[in-house]
Every structure is written in C-alpha cells, then in structure tokens.
C-alpha cells in the first residue's frame, strides 16, 4: 500500500514542494507534484545574522500555498527541513513560528551532516545500475555546500559555508564581476574545499553526484534546451571541460545577458556565477581519481526527506 507524504526543503535561495506516493514494500515512489519558489529566505544573512523581513514574508507566502496544495492532495505525512539560512540566524525562533502559524507542523532546522546525509539519500537512489560507487554526492545551496562519500549509505560527510548566494554577497558585487572579485571568491571556495576533503576523501570517488540548481541549470545549457526540462537534465552526463567553460562564460557576462538564457531562472540570474565557480573547483579535486564528467541528479535533499517520513513525520495539515 502506497503512503502520500508531502516534504518541503526550505534552503538559503528557494523553498520546494514534493508530494510523492511512496511505497514501502517495493521501493517505488512517484512524484504526485514537485514545485519551486525562489524565496532569498537567507538574503543577507552573511552580513547581518539575521532574516529580513521582507524575506521572512517570502517565505511564509510560500508556506502559505504549499499547505493548501498539500490539503488537496491529501498528503497523510509531512516534513519541513530547513537548512543553511535557517542554521545561521539569530532570529531562527520567528521563522519557526511563521512555518508552524500555517503549516501546522515546526520547520526542522538540521545540522550540516544530515542535509548532507539526507541529500545522498534521495540522490543516490537507484543509481547503482547506472554507475561506479564509491559516489561523491555535492549539494551546491544557496548558503552551503555539502559532500557525502558512500556506497549504499553514506560513509563520510561534511558541510562547508559556501553556496551561490553567499559567495555572491561576499565577493561579486560587480556587473560583470571584477578579476579582483572573482579570484577573492575562488580563493575563499577553494580554502572551504581544502576544509571539506579533509573529512571527505574527494579521490576515493568514483562518481561525482552533481545537485540542485546550479548543477542542473548548467546541465541545461550545455544540452541546448530552448526551456529547462528535468526529464533531459535528470541523470544526465555534464562534461569537466564543458563544467569550466561555461563557468568562465557565466562570470564574464552582465547579468542582462545571463537573463536571456532560456534555461535560467530569474532567481538564479545573479548567483549562478557562483554556483557554477564552485561546481568547477569541485571538479578539479576530483579529475585526478579518474572521474571526468558530472552525474547530474534531479532528486536530491527533497526526496531524502519524502522517503524518511516513512519513518517518521508530522501530519499533514487537513
């Protein structure tokens, strides 16, 4: 028998939506509705510590649409994780009010290791058939990255504070970014990377595991999509050399020609440079264990989520 559960990850730049029918015997699941609004919930908060306002209101309007969507599908089982933004905050306590005011559930605010361990989960999945493990599993967040190392379940795991948005915010304030503000931001993702491989063996990888938009927005562009489709960017093979070259043509576009292409996000526009900055570092650490492209993956933390309301999880809102 099939159970319907609702996740929701709430991230550093988007909040998303998975109803699925999962089901425990087999190990099936399929999608009911997957949805994605760009929130900015961790606007700032680099600088500042804490949620703005105007992002919290984001959000909870975000909150807000989700509960009714999950009513009417009548999800039984529901999760909020929220992650890098949320973890950082000082004022943490007001947006788990304003979650709990309309979803009728708290957020989970989860330590680095579980998103990451959460990620793997939902990534990894049904991916034996396809490729070598050892995977190297990279969740690239608006705030954060995360790397898991694992074969059937993960063996070493670590989150380091850089993601899109806060390497944006941090570094590339110009329009197109300065070669003083790119090698600052390289510098300051390269030194978080000598961090993470200090607990992650990134050479023991026979996989890389690229995750969430940066990742698959550059799978998108490199496939010549004239509209982002996930069924062609799913499992979907991005080259080494295809990963740096379209780095080095994000950075050196203005963010108006970003715009114009038909993959993009609006909400991405002026972070994917970093993005994609960190998605090629990554790339470097690994190529010298033999690993040449990028296993682009559509399912990530959010399925992770959905296959462990299994074990536990709040009612859904009714």
Avoid: K
Wanted: net charge negative; aromatic share 4%.
């Amino acid at each position: 028998m099939t159970v319907r559960v609702a996740a929701v990850d709430c991230g550093t730049n988007s909040i998303r939506l998975l109803v699925a029918d999962l089901d425990p015997e087999t190990g099936v699941g399929v999608d009911v509705e997957r949805r994605m609004q760009i929130v900015r919930l961790g606007e700032g908060v680099d600088r500042t510590g804490r949620l703005a306002p105007q992002a919290l209101a984001r959000t909870f309007a975000a909150c807000e649409e989700y509960a009714a969507r999950i009513r009417e599908l009548g999800a039984v089982r529901l999760r909020f994780v929220a992650t890098s933004a949320s973890r950082d905050a000082e004022n943490t306590a007001e947006f788990t009010a304003g979650v709990l005011a309309r979803l009728g559930t708290a957020p989970e605010v989860v330590p680095g290791w579980m998103e990451a361990e959460l990620s793997f989960a939902g990534a990894t999945r049904g991916l034996g058939a396809l490729s070598p493990d050892p995977f190297l599993v990279v969740d690239i967040g608006g705030g954060s990255t995360e790397f898991v190392l694992g074969a059937g379940r993960p063996q070493s795991a670590v989150s380091v504070d850089v993601g899109c948005v806060r390497i944006t915010e941090r570094h590339l304030h110009s329009d197109p970014p300065t070669s003083r503000e790119v090698q600052a931001a390289r510098a300051d993702i390269d030194a978080a990377l000598e961090r993470a491989g200090a607990q992650v063996p990134f050479r023991a990888a026979a996989t890389l595991v690229g995750l969430a938009g940066s990742v698959t927005t550059l799978a998108a562009m490199h496939a010549g999509l004239a509209a982002y489709d996930p069924g062609v960017t799913h499992h979907y093979r991005l080259p080494a050399s295809a990963v740096h070259d379209l780095t080095a043509q994000l950075i050196a576009m203005p963010r108006s020609q970003r715009a114009l292409i038909p993959v993009m996000h609006p909400g991405r526009v002026d972070v994917i440079g970093a993005g994609a900055m960190i998605l090629s570092a990554v790339v470097d650490r690994v190529r010298p264990s033999g690993v040449s492209d990028v296993l682009v993956s559509e399912h990530d933390i959010l399925d992770g989520i959905a296959w462990s309301l299994l074990e536990t999880g709040e009612p859904a809102p009714g």
